[in-house]
């Protein structure tokens, strides 16, 4: 899995490809970190675990991504080292089960991520896996 920060107007985007579903999801949270700041300490910060759901996989992205912003100021972390797995909650919605190393913003240099937009936001299946494209407002 991969990503790629990609220039947009005034805002960021990234581009992240993986294997799988989760896995595009969690390149797309550790292309979101690397939006926030320049270079992330090595293993500083603990773990910490979540989980979201939704009713369409373009919204549990949103979802996932933004209670990425949320938990970074909430614990006061930047969010790296992702992980997710996904499952179907009832046959309605899906959930994404998340799990992200908390470094301590005290020890980056960070800009600060507003939100998570739907502009331009495409997640699509690919022969190799998975590809998402998402829109940062910073």
């Given amino acids: 899995m991969s990503y790629e920060l990609r220039d947009h107007t005034a805002d960021v985007a990234v581009e992240a490809t993986g294997p799988t579903l989760a896995a595009v999801f969690a390149a797309a ?27 369409s996989r373009e919204a549990l992205l949103f979802d996932y991504l933004d209670q990425l912003i949320y938990e970074r100021d909430v614990r006061a972390v930047l969010p790296v080292d992702n992980e997710a797995e996904i499952r179907d909650a009832d046959g309605e ?19 600060e991520i507003k939100a998570v ?9 690919t022969d190799e896996g998975w590809r998402a494209y998402v829109v940062l407002d910073v």
């Fill in 117 to 125: 937009t739907y502009s331009e936001m495409e997640l699509v299946e």
């Fill in 29 to 55: 949270g550790d292309g979101m970190a690397a939006a926030m700041c320049e270079e992330v300490p090595g293993e500083t910060g603990e773990r910490f675990d979540f989980e979201v759901e939704a009713e």
């Fill in 93 to 111: 919605k899906l959930v994404v089960a998340g799990s992200a190393r908390g470094v301590p913003l005290a020890e980056v240099t960070a800009r």
